[in-house]
């Protein structure tokens, strides 16, 4: 299971008001997309999620329980900006999140436990379309195929919620349309919620089950300080997408 529940969430900076009084849930296996103009909090709201932000004022909760306070393997995260090692692999990018869960202090697995985490590792940049690339750096590798190695280096810790900001937003129409294709495969095939942060309403309409809208209702200039954004469009998309369907 892996459903967020959002209860009358604040974030306030000093005198700033950025988010107010935030109520969402979200279920198990839903794709949700967050939009609205910039500097409305979305991002806010994903890293408070994610555990980088904590609310000011009220609870998050996942699967009935407060979340951590800090990251976690239970959620991933994939930026705009290819969150990448440069200096690894494409095998030794997605092998390392394992590495250092498992052997903090060394960040290195050894014998049969880094057979096995290797194995894992090769199928999942065979999941994502890397396979062959396994020894590649990041600078060798196209905008596109960097954001396959960001999405395989998340996924394989398995986590419970996926986090999106704003990931395919650099890309080519072209590249983002395959990389739209892969997303709907890996939403239908791995047991995770995703949330997501973009900018594009096409993209919201065509991957999420569910567009929600950010919007400060009061947003004149002597306002913007004192108010903060809140949900005011939340869009269930129809006919509604099921996960393990077939991509449409």
Not at 14 to 34: H, K, N, P
Not at 81 to 98: A, R, W
Request: aromatic fraction near 6%; charged fraction near 25%.
């Amino acid at each position: 299971m892996s459903q967020l529940k959002i209860d009358r969430v604040w974030k306030e900076y000093g005198d700033q008001i950025v988010l107010e009084d935030v109520s969402i849930t979200i279920e198990s296996r839903a794709f949700v997309a967050l939009v609205g103009p910039s500097g409305c909090g979305k991002t806010t709201f994903l890293r408070m999620i994610l555990g980088q932000e904590k609310p000011t004022r009220g609870t998050i909760l996942l699967d009935g329980a407060p979340l951590p306070p800090e990251p976690g393997p239970d959620r991933g995260v994939v930026y705009q900006k290819y969150s990448v090692f440069p200096h690894l692999t494409v095998l030794g990018n997605v092998l390392v999140g394992k590495e250092l869960s498992a052997a903090p202090i060394t960040g290195r697995l050894f014998g049969a436990a880094r057979r096995a985490a290797v194995e894992e590792a090769r199928a999942m940049i065979a999941d994502v379309g890397l396979a062959g690339s396994e020894d590649k750096y990041p600078a060798q590798l196209s905008g596109g195929m960097q954001q396959r190695l960001a999405l395989a280096q998340a996924l394989l810790m398995r986590p419970k919620v996926l986090l999106l900001d704003e990931p395919f937003g650099a890309l080519d129409p072209g590249i983002r349309k395959e990389i739209h294709q892969l997303m709907k495969r890996l939403w239908n095939e791995t047991p995770m919620t995703v949330v997501m942060v973009t900018h594009d309403m096409r993209e919201a309409f065509t991957l999420a089950t569910r567009v929600v809208a950010f919007e400060r209702p009061r947003d004149r200039p002597e306002e913007k300080e004192r108010y903060g954004a809140t949900i005011t469009r939340d869009i269930e998309i129809w006919p509604p997408r099921r996960p393990g369907t077939t991509p449409a």
